[in-house]
């Protein structure tokens, strides 16, 4: 008995891994699945079949229809632009790569700054904000409702009651514990408010893999923060997460 149990089990496993390695997904999320599915098939062919197996075809329709007017429109932007770096900070021919992947040609004309830490982060992100005159579109894994969370909600509020267009997006797990306390003042001052979810439906709600991980800001389309770090005191180095405050 125990042997048929262990034969199907694995069996199952392989039949799974078969099913990742067809269904598109990000190459690290392939591997793990697969490494899983075909290690510890007991254990990984039931959570695959209830949290791993959907592909959500609703998003990626509208994603790839959204796709098509952006990426035009952007070809139609640099139509007249130069396309390429200046000479003296040329692209070497391997970039090229990159390029073919992205399917967008590198272009002059930016600049990068690195920010080391938590406080350089959250100063250059707070002054940005501020110095914001049209839009502002923010998104994160995890807003903290403590001193840097109160501080990212006050400033979007007071642009968006100056007239700027402030757009917030939150993911509905890593922002679980964020009260509406929280989130009223930015829907009473005008920030449009939208948490990132799977859905209502029973088996939609079971894909606690779907998430919006990212941590983005962009202002009027010129300057944009990027990177790991969600908002909260432990990321601002306010506080050290493992610590009890005294």
């Known amino acids: 008995m125990i042997l048929w149990f262990v034969l199907i089990a694995h069996v199952l496993g392989l039949a799974s891994a078969l099913s990742v390695l067809m269904s598109g997904r990000t190459p690290r999320g392939t591997v793990a699945w697969i490494g899983a599915l075909v290690l510890v098939p007991y254990l990984a062919v039931p959570l695959y079949w209830l949290f791993g197996r959907y592909r959500l075809p609703e998003y990626l329709t509208a994603r790839h229809g959204e796709e098509f007017p952006v990426l035009a429109g952007i070809e139609d932007i640099l139509a007249g632009r130069e396309r390429t770096l200046p000479e003296s900070a040329a692209?070497?021919?391997?970039?090229?790569?990159?390029?073919?992947?992205?399917?967008?040609?590198?272009?002059?004309?930016?600049?990068?700054?690195?920010?080391?830490?938590g406080p350089a982060t959250f100063e250059s992100l707070f002054s940005g904000i501020d110095a914001a005159c049209d839009y502002l579109l923010v998104e994160y894994y995890v807003v903290k409702d403590d001193a840097t969370g109160r501080e990212l909600r006050d400033r979007l509020a007071r642009k968006a009651r100056e007239g700027v267009d402030?757009?917030?997006?939150?993911?509905?797990?890593?922002?679980?514990?964020?009260?509406?306390g929280f989130l009223r003042p930015l829907s009473e001052a005008g920030v449009h408010v939208q948490s990132f979810g799977a859905g209502r439906k029973l088996g939609k709600r079971l894909q606690l893999n779907f998430r919006n991980h990212r941590k983005i800001v962009v202002a009027d389309g010129r300057r944009a923060w990027v990177?790991?770090?969600?908002?909260?005191?432990?990321?601002?180095g306010r506080r050290i997460w493992w610590r009890r405050p005294p």
């Open 227 to 236: 990177g790991g770090l969600n908002v909260g005191d432990e990321y601002a």
């Open 166 to 180: 402030v757009h917030f997006l939150y993911d509905e797990i890593g922002c679980y514990g964020l009260s509406d």
């Open 91 to 117: 692209c070497p021919p391997s970039f090229s790569v990159l390029e073919r992947l992205a399917g967008l040609p590198f272009v002059g004309g930016n600049e990068v700054e690195v920010l080391v830490d």
